[in-house]
Nanobody
Framework: VQLVESGGGLVHPGESLRLSCVAS????????MYWYRQAPGKGREYVAE???????HYADSVKGRFTISRDNAQNTLYLRMDNLHPDDTAVYYC?????????WGQGTQVTVSS
């Protein structure tokens, strides 16, 4: 299983980004898929998930600003991030679990700064 994130960058507060996570070795349509983030000096934090039925769930800190989705044909997970805040600055990771294995991508850096 391989998860490869991309789409991070440096943006100003209020701007948007879309992160991508291309998966291989698993089928995103039949796996619960997650986004996590880790800010400097902090632990890894749950951001969002999408169930096999396509139902999204979000951390309170991003609800209403972030949208998780997937493209089954491209086997890709997305995270659309709108109205970004400086405290959204972190490395963002894609994740899935196929017991007993727990798979992570390498992460993509998102920096929100004026």
């Amino acid at each position: 299983v391989q998860l490869v994130e991309s789409g991070g960058g440096l943006v100003h507060p209020g701007e948007s980004l879309r992160l991508s996570c291309v998966a291989s070795g698993i089928d995103v349509s039949t796996s619960w898929m997650y986004w996590y983030r880790q800010a400097p000096g902090k632990g890894r934090e749950y951001v969002a998930e999408i169930t096999t039925a396509g139902s999204p769930h979000y951390a309170d800190s991003v609800k209403g600003r972030f949208t998780i989705s997937r493209d089954n044909a491209q086997n890709t997970l997305y995270l659309r991030m709108d109205n970004l805040h400086p405290d959204d600055t972190a490395v963002y990771y894609c994740n899935t679990v196929d017991q007993p294995a727990d798979y992570w991508g390498q992460g993509t850096q998102v920096t929100v700064s004026s």
